[in-house]
């Protein structure tokens, strides 16, 4: 079993841990000690262990994943030493492999981007560069996409933000049906199952082009067609398509 050092215990993290400790066969876990509590709430909830200092986490680590802040990344990596090869994965947005290698010239650095959505087995992990432990710590927790370079990892990461987008989507579908009377509960689970119905047969059918699909359910004379033209003839698609673009700008330019 690979023992994992997570190194930041934060909002990203603590959703990976609840996906891993969900899982058939969990990494070994090792918490960094920082943000005490989180850190210890977690521990005990999963009966993991803390490490005494970040040192002796990447000591007793085969892998590290680094989850810290941007601002405080390089400095926590260069402060450490690294073992020869030893895997350090790094979820830090906007950081380019090259900076975070040439902070552990030692270690052999990868770069992930998963959702919180890990915490429920759904997560899709942007990989950079393929490798092969890497891949297998990430599986438990959803689909790993690995890309052959950089500026695909950059592309992938549009669908990060797409996925906090839907949930914008999907409240405004729950908001009217529950002004129209349906009880919460209901309208919460109407819009997700539907926007879930919707992922799984965009994955399942990845063969068919997605307008051959809206096309299909959005015949002449729909309630659906009337919504997607209503959007259409103000321009809403063609806004969604360039904010997935300044989406991709800004991330390419961080
Ligand atoms: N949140 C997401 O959905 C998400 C998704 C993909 C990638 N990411 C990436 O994951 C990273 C973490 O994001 P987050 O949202 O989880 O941030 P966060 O909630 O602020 O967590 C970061 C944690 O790192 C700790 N930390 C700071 N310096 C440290 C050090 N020297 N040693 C050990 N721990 C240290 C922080 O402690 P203090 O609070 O005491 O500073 C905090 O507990 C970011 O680089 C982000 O780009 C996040």
Redesign the pocket.
Known sequence: MTTLGI?????????LVAGWMRSAEPPELLL????AE?AEALAERFGLSIAAD?QALVDRSEAVL?????W??L??VR?LTWRPGQSLIS?????LLADVQAAAPQAKVTRV????AAAVGESPTTLYPEDALTRAIFAPLGPVVAVPDETLFDAANIA?CYYGCLYALMEQAEAVMAEAGLDPASARLLASQATRAAATMARDHHQEPLDETTAAIATEGSFTKLGLDHLQEREALTAWAEACRVIHRAIREA
Do not use: D, Q, T, Y
């Not at 190194?7 to 993290?13: A, D, K, N, R």
């Not at 960094?32 to 943000?35: A, F, I």
């Not at 680094?66 to 941007?70: A, D, G, Q, T």
């Open positions: 190194l930041g215990i934060g909002h990203l993290s603590e959703h960094s000690p920082r943000n989180k970040n680094l989850s810290v802040r941007p405080h990344a400095e926590v402060g979820a830090v947005a906007g950081l981007m998963p959702l919180i990060h």
